[in-house]
């Protein structure tokens, strides 16, 4: 048995559910700049639409507490840019935030690691068209020591699930956890 393989045992099945925010004020116009349905998107369920221009962080954290308190939420990861005012809120309410940055070092083995997930059909998720796409929009973007990390295939596209997706993994590689365990991404548009 190769180490590849070992790795993904390791892990265990991963199964994802992604859920996804943005600001309803400029929902239509977002949809014809970017050439995808939010507001229907929304209207099943994929996406939250939360008031104003602007993402709301606080109603954000609310849905997180909420979701925490449903699921038992063991560690929400995050990105540091444009995060520390409602990352700051959600230590001192005492929730279990764990900065990871978007770098090459940081993120590579949780890449490699969700390229032999998926090899190996470990990696489950449920059908959500804004994950589908921003997993359409990821290719791997190589360093010259071969770590890897995502990217996006254009300027102007949206892999935010991919990254949170790598986010969640990377936590999982710190920490393992319960075979039995499920995982939600709970994407918020910065």
């Not at 308190?69 to 990352?87: Q, V």
């Not at 070092?105 to 997930?117: F, G, H, T, Y």
């Amino acid at each position: 048995e190769d180490e590849d393989t070992e790795a993904v045992r390791g892990l265990g099945r991963v199964a994802v559910r992604a859920h996804f925010f943005l600001p309803e004020d400029d929902i239509l116009e977002r949809e014809q700049r970017d050439g995808v349905p939010y507001y229907a998107w929304a209207q099943a369920g994929h996406i939250t639409l939360t008031p104003g221009n602007v993402v709301d962080y606080e109603f954000v954290r609310k849905r997180l507490e909420e979701s925490g308190k449903a699921i038992g939420i063991k560690s929400i990861g995050f990105d540091p840019w444009h995060a520390r005012d409602l990352i700051s809120r959600m230590q001192a309410n005492g929730d279990p935030v764990v900065e990871v940055p978007q770098s090459f070092a940081q993120l590579s083995d949780p890449c490699k690691q969700i390229e032999r997930l998926v090899i190996a059909g470990w990696l489950l998720w449920e059908d959500n068209p804004v994950f589908r796409w921003h997993a359409s929009n990821a290719i791997t973007k190589r360093d010259p020591n071969g770590n890897i990390r995502p990217d996006k295939s254009d300027p102007r596209a949206f892999i935010d699930g991919v990254s949170a997706l790598v986010t969640m993994l990377a936590l999982m590689l710190r920490d393992p956890v319960e075979p039995a365990y499920d995982f939600d991404i709970e994407y918020i548009d910065l």
